[in-house]
């Protein structure tokens, strides 16, 4: 790990949601090659913050800064925030009618390499590369034919964001509830498939209710998140504590809570 760079940082991050505010001042840093986890009780904001880092419109941000690699991000377009790295896995992956995942993917890839100005990659090379990624995944190749999840069961949903996500290589992963609606099967073949991405130079920022899908992707470091505030930071281990003994009991998350519900 790169202990010295920083490939995103946010600071006193405020954002509201049709004028109901969500976070209220986050602040988190993440090197290259590190995961983060961040945990919380519903309604807390964690998929709001993977969705302004990703620029869905909706969310709106009203004070505090994103960085990455020392670039604003507030100022870039969603296509832009992708095309310099940043991808988001969705807790709800949308549905594309008649458009099939080979169509779409090579699209993707090629608006990524353009934007680097790196060549194209003809239908030959592109489902090469496909074919491999598939292997890896142990995905069936019939899948590029099917209209992006189109009649997908929520497990293929979610592992064919992790296609694309090992398609388009991003520096950074934004995973949101991946691990949501998965049997144990399909949350191995997942998690599998980012730890095989995941390289050195290369982040996860996962969200998750649960503590099982860090049984299979180890973080560096959990945030636990409430009333849009980061009110703890630990290691693995606070999965665990969390899992055992949930949020409204450890002491200074109460004490967190009780403050924010007085203000």
Known sequence: ???????LAIKNLHACINEKEILKGIELTIRPGEIHAIMGPNGSGKSTLANILAGREYCQVTQGSIMFENQNVLTMAPEERAQRGIFLAFQYPVEIPGVNNAYFLKAALNAQRQSLHEAELDAVDFLELAKIKLKELHMDESILQRSVNEGFSGGEKKKNEILQL????PKLAILDETDSGLDIDALKIVAAGINAWKKADRSVLMVTHYQRLLDYITPDYIHV?????IVKTGGKNLALELEQKGYGNLDSLQLTAMHEQRQ
């Open 1 to 7: 790990m790169n202990q010295n760079r920083e490939m």
């Open 166 to 169: 090992v398609m388009l290589n």
């Open 225 to 229: 998140l409430i009333q849009g505030k």
